[in-house]
């Protein structure tokens, strides 16, 4: 069988280093390094350079928070978000200790099989000890943390309320030479000298106008439509509420448009999303809110929610699109890299972007290791970054949009093997409502631990082809509704 996308995740690399371990480092191999936007990509992106360059500035157009708080340039920030096992096994790595310290804030760690309730396909999927836990807070908590961890290296700056207004390239635009700063406060536009500059920036870059700034090409693009609509709301955890959950997911079968999250923050509090596409949106007032709680497949979460506390707004966003933009098929100019959302924005209701995002920036860290010369002597470094880049993406974007071509309403190229792939797929989901083994290995497949191929190894294969023919062996069940 062929193999799968590679798994830069699944790979053994050295341990990161500590701002005190590089001071007895060796001296930097080159001088600066701009990082353009300060959300989690950014961010990881300016810790592993900072291994690397003697400088890392990261230009924020936002100030960046007192304390743990959305922000206007991350508007999604105020939603669920998860950070798959794979970008938590980044940021450990990166940031070592970084989870303890999340639950000494108050996030939640939760076993994906055992204390996570999950209504998908008509059924709830089998509880057992699964061993593969995660950790559920905030947004502005996971980034609050992060940001702290890269505040404190002494060779990074931010440069809150700065906006980047273009490149700065050497002649025949075949090596950048810095970033080009917009005007501030009344003064005049800055360029920063830097040998590479890295494009973290989100759904929104500029990258391609950049480039044809300078008579370079915009990369191809492939998306696929999904017209994602979600609003979410905190609410207290209603005290003595008798669960046996920690998060609840109430999925859809396909083609219905509607599911519900429950997820564990810190400060005693839930935070509830609800998500429809394809026009199917929940209302972002109280009725209408209500309203999609009650139309939802079970009415587990519609209950537990029903006499909560509200702790704030309902909050409501819109995503119209997976897009890939494929610079990894552009002679990118030297020192020019482009990761995280501006590289390629995933439907959200999956989960995927902020762990891919942490995968990119760690792998940036490990294309760049491997250069034991400047960059000025790396020619071709930048595309062989994209190409890299381009792997990390493989996988979750083909999880992501076999999934969402699923429903004829979704606007994209269908290869040939979708049907086929999302009728193996719905058998699996039928299957992992009995078969721990089942559901631990999507369980891995989900938070890109493993490949999707695994999925289609014996005995997963039989038993999913099967269903009940073949005997589970070692099979914990739980009452699951």
């Not at 798994?7 to 701009?34: C, S, W």
């Not at 353009?36 to 936002?62: H, I, K, M, N, Q």
């Not at 595309?383 to 890299?388: E, N």
């Not at 890109?448 to 069940?477: M, Q, S, W, Y």
Request: proline letters at 8%.
């Amino acid at each position: 069988m062929a193999r799968g996308p590679r798994l830069r995740q699944a790979r053994r690399v050295p341990p990161a280093t500590t701002t005190a371990d590089r001071a007895t480092a060796a001296a930097p191999l080159d001088d600066t390094a701009v990082v353009v936007g300060g959300s989690l990509a950014g961010l990881v992106a300016a810790r592993v350079l900072a291994d690397r360059f003697r400088r890392v500035l990261v230009v924020e157009r936002d100030a960046f928070p007192a304390a743990p708080g959305s922000r206007k340039g991350v508007p999604q920030g105020r939603h669920v978000h998860v950070l798959l096992k794979a970008g938590e096994q980044v940021l450990e790595r990166r940031f070592p200790g970084i989870l303890d310290e999340l639950g000494r804030r108050g996030a939640t760690r939760v076993d994906l099989a055992a204390e996570n309730r999950w209504y998908h396909y008509g059924g709830w999927k089998v509880r057992f000890p699964s061993g593969i836990t995660y950790s559920c807070q905030s947004r502005p908590l996971l980034e609050w943390a992060v940001l702290e961890r890269v505040r404190a290296l002494a060779n990074v700056t931010l440069l809150e309320g700065r906006s980047a207004a273009g490149l700065s390239m050497a002649r025949g635009a075949r090596r950048v030479r810095g970033l080009r700063l917009a005007a501030a406060d009344g003064a005049a536009p800055e360029d920063v000298a830097a040998e590479l500059v890295v494009d973290a920036s989100g759904r929104g870059s500029r990258m391609p106008a950049w480039l044809a700034e300078h008579g370079l090409p915009a990369p191809a693009e492939t998306t696929v439509a999904v017209d994602v609509g979600y609003a979410s709301r905190p609410y207290r955890r209603p005290a003595g509420a008798r669960h046996d959950w920690l998060s609840l997911l109430v999925y859809p079968t396909p083609p219905a448009r509607n599911l519900g999250v429950v997820v564990p923050i810190e400060d005693d509090a839930w935070m509830v999303t609800l998500v429809g596409w394809f026009g199917e949106h929940p209302g972002g007032d109280e009725e209408g809110f209500r309203d999609f709680c009650r139309r939802l497949p079970s009415p587990e979460l519609w209950e537990a929610i029903r006499d909560a506390e509200p702790l704030g707004p309902i909050a409501v966003h819109k995503f119209p699109s997976n897009r890939r933009r494929h610079y990894e098929r552009l002679a990118m100019p030297e020192g020019v890299v482009v990761l995280g959302d501006a590289l390629c924005s995933f439907n959200p209701i999956y989960g995927q972007g902020m762990t891919t995002a942490a995968l990119a920036a760690d792998t940036l860290g490990d294309v760049l290791a491997a250069e034991r010369a400047p960059l000025a002597a790396a020619p071709g470094l930048a595309r062989r970054c994209q190409r890299a880049l381009a792997r990390v993406i493989d996988m979750p974007w083909l999880l992501t949009t076999t999934e969402d071509l699923r429903s004829p309403a979704a606007a994209g190229t269908r290869p040939l093997w979708v049907p086929l792939v999302n009728w193996y797929t719905a058998r699996l989901h039928a299957q992992s409502r009995t078969d721990p083994d089942v559901f631990r290995r999507f369980l891995r497949v989900m938070h890109l631990l493993d490949p999707p191929t695994a999925l289609f190894r014996p005995p997963a294969l039989a038993r999913i082809l099967l269903g009940g023919l073949v005997p589970t062996k070692g099979a914990v069940r739980w009452a699951s509704g």
